[in-house]
């Protein structure tokens, strides 16, 4: 998307807020593609995998933060996430009056990718090596923002699925943006803090950190501080900041107008940079 394209960014959204994101949050985006800010989506969608997973008595398993696949249960998460919630987004952002797109990592080899190292354990899971950006470009020259489900097209047709957060940010570092959003189910990364009476057993307060430098973040995953489904978003993160990217926010999907915040640079959530 060029150098560092600034009125393009890339937006990850998380299968735990999804359900339960406004009619506002679509008009937001709507706005934003007006006023020729592009979003670029790439969506998630767990909880409802294991919905359907549930439903058809298929038992799931995660190991290191990632879903034990095989076929039977790659066909659930292609169906899911390319069907079901794919579309159910595109809808929603047509109902807000914009213009979307849908696809999945497969349509048009958008998203390559190859077995991840952990694959003996996992299965069939992918990680990104390639990312076919003319077609971002193409869908977004054509006016529409581009939903993009998070499976990957290997050697021999092989399908993969890949963790979201990973997918949102091998796709933002791919086609250049300056700033990849994710949006889930909390207002940031969060810490608890002591003050002097909690030290003696209190429970401490919970605080947003505003920023957080790759050493922070390696030092809070290494004592518990950050955990579970914000792990895969800080990995993604500091993969993905380099070259184009400068920064990655998290934020929360029910805090109103919380794209267009973002963009205009007001401090909200947390922000995940280099170094300050
Ligand atoms: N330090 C932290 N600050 C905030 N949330 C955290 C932290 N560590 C772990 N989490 C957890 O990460 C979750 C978000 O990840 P996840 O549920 O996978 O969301 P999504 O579906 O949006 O990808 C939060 O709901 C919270 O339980
Ligand atoms: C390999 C792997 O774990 N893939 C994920 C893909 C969906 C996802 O990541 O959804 P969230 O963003 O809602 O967590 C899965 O099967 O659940």
Redesign the pocket.
């Known amino acids: 998307m060029g150098e560092g394209s600034t009125n393009t960014f890339v937006m990850k959204c998380?299968?735990?807020?999804l359900a339960a994101l406004p009619e506002s949050f679509y008009e937001d985006l709507r706005r934003l593609q007006e006023s020729g800010v592009i979003p670029v989506i790439v969506h998630?969608g767990?909880p409802a995998i294991n919905d359907t997973l549930e439903k058809l008595g298929i038992e799931t398993e995660f190991v290191g933060g990632l879903r034990k696949t095989n076929e039977a249960v790659l066909d659930v998460v292609e169906m899911v996430l390319a069907g079901q919630i794919n579309k159910e987004i595109v809808r929603r952002i047509q109902g807000a009056g914009g213009r979307a797109i849908g696809l999945s990592g497969v349509d048009g080899g958008l998203v390559r990718a190859v077995p991840v190292a952990t694959a003996a354990e996992v299965g069939l899971v992918g990680d990104v090596v390639a990312v076919a950006a003319e077609i971002v470009e193409g869908i977004v020259t054509m006016g529409y923002m581009p939903v993009i489900a998070p499976i990957g097209l290997g050697e021999n047709g092989q399908r993969y699925n890949i963790n979201?957060?990973t997918a949102a940010g091998a796709v933002a570092s791919h086609i250049g943006v300056k700033r990849m959003i994710v949006?889930?189910?909390?207002p940031?990364?969060?810490?608890t803090e002591l003050n002097g009476s909690d030290e003696a057993g209190g429970q401490g307060r919970k605080v947003i950190l505003p920023e957080v430098t790759f050493a922070e973040i390696e030092e809070?995953v290494a004592s518990g501080?950050?955990?579970?489904?914000?792990i895969p978003?800080v990995k993604a993160a500091m993969k993905c900041i380099h070259g184009n990217v400068e920064e990655v926010v998290i934020v929360d999907g029910s805090e109103p107008e919380v794209l267009s915040k973002v963009m205009s640079g007001e401090r909200i959530g947390t922000r995940i940079m280099k170094s300050r």
């Open positions: 998380g299968g735990s807020t998630g767990g979201a957060d949006v889930t189910d909390v940031g990364i969060m810490r809070m501080e950050i955990y579970g489904g914000m978003k």
